[in-house]
């Protein structure tokens, strides 16, 4: 019973690090975004210094949840997303428009791709890890089995678990 309770335990945390990896990026990803679509709309208006600003917000807010975000995402992820906030940086600097709007529209796309990363694809590894550890319960059960029936040693049988 201890070991069911303690595999229960462990199921459930990994669940909710699974969900709280789900609702913080995706959180991240609104919140820059939103402050990414208020950059594009001041920068359209002729509003640079505006823009500017705006979009200093978003990569501050990308850069502090940096950390975080790079242990539930990829790093060349992460990576690429910082290498676009530094690109849209010297477009308003040179108050080119029309590159700013189209490395805008990549990063947004970039951030919306980090956004609709599936529970599921997340998940899956986890019930796989816990399918494992079944079947290695169920054979480490069956050797005991196995070891009265051909008389084997303890050594002996304990190797049919490992061998899994």
């Not at 969900?19 to 594009?40: C, K, M």
């Not at 690109?87 to 080119?96: N, S, V, Y």
């Not at 529209?105 to 529970?119: D, K, N, P, Q």
């Amino acid at each position: 019973m201890k070991h069911i309770l303690i595999a229960c335990l462990v199921f459930a945390l990994c669940l909710a690090v699974g969900l709280f990896s789900l609702f913080y990026v995706r959180a991240s990803g609104e919140e820059t975004v939103t402050l990414l679509e208020r950059s594009i709309r001041q920068a359209e208006e002729e509003q640079y210094t505006a823009a500017a600003e705006s979009l200093r917000q978003a990569k501050q807010l990308w850069e502090g949840r940096e950390t975080v975000l790079g242990i539930f995402l990829h790093h060349e992820e992460v990576d690429e997303i910082l290498a676009l906030f530094a690109q849209l940086e010297a477009f308003i600097k040179l108050e080119d428009l029309d590159d700013y709007l189209a490395a805008c529209g990549e990063l947004t796309a970039r951030l919306e791709h980090v956004r609709r990363i599936s529970f599921l694809l997340r998940i899956i590894p986890v019930m796989l890890c816990f399918f494992a550890m079944g079947f290695v319960d169920l054979v480490g059960t069956a050797s005991n089995y196995v070891q009265q029936d051909l008389g084997l040693t303890d050594a002996q049988a304990n190797l049919f678990p490992s061998l899994v």
